[in-house]
């Protein structure tokens, strides 16, 4: 799981992560810093940062394709900070899923202003769905407590981090490498047994019937769908 105030700074210019590290730091979050993509995607999977800062003019990759490759499974906000000021890189970039974009030189305060936004929308995202019901299954995910027919499921955090995220998108498939990635990270990306493993244990506490389950389907070869 990760904290309420991380962020993750994606930026090959010293200069500006000193920059952010101070400013943010200075108003409490606390930050993990990336100088080029790959390390970037390492640290988004190791830290699950509750928001990434993004530089596009990267010196391995460019910070599009970093982009589009994070939003395969990264799903809190991300805000762009770039030299880079057309148009077109500013819509690209809100197309490929970026939640907001600031271009080189920035203003600390506004930068702070945006981020603070994208918090309130985390925020009332979370108020607006915390409580989802399946079944005899209610999940309450700002409190994270689950219970079946009314009484409290003791589940292990990893087991509720696994539940969370498929009942947050029900019906969806979700395919195992996906899930590997959000819930375990980015070096787990293969170990689709150790996927099951925790699909069974879950499965045994959450269904009527393991054997028969109504609730984590499985999509054979591709992953899981949780169903209504």
Do not use: C
Request: negative net charge; aromatic residues 8%; glycine residues 6%.
């Amino acid at each position: 799981m990760n904290d309420d105030n991380t962020i993750l700074v994606i930026d090959d210019e010293v200069q500006i992560r000193r920059l952010l590290e101070l400013t943010l730091n200075l108003n409490g979050y606390k930050i993990h810093e990336a100088a080029s993509g790959k390390e970037g995607i390492i640290a988004a999977a190791t830290h699950n940062p509750s928001l990434i800062i993004l530089d596009l003019g990267l010196p391995d990759e460019d910070g599009q394709s970093i982009l589009l490759k994070l939003r395969e499974w990264y799903q809190n906000p991300i805000i762009i900070l770039s030299v880079r000021n057309s148009e077109e890189d500013i819509i690209k970039a809100l197309d490929h899923g970026a939640n907001d974009y600031l271009t080189k030189p920035f203003r600390t305060g506004e930068l702070l202003a945006r981020i603070r936004s994208a918090f309130r929308q985390i925020q009332q995202s979370i108020e607006n769905s915390s409580i989802l019901n399946f079944q005899s299954l209610s999940i309450d995910l700002s409190s994270h407590i689950v219970k079946k027919n009314g009484e409290i499921l003791k589940l292990t955090s990893t087991e509720y981090s696994l539940l969370a995220l498929m009942a947050k998108n029900s019906g969806k498939v979700l395919t195992h490498q996906y899930i590997l990635k959000t819930v375990w990270g980015y070096g787990y990306i293969d170990q689709t047994q150790y996927l099951r493993v925790f699909v069974a244990q879950l499965r045994k506490k959450i269904e009527e019937n393991p054997g028969k389950p109504s609730l984590i389907i499985t999509e054979s070869g591709i992953g899981y769908r949780f169903g209504d």
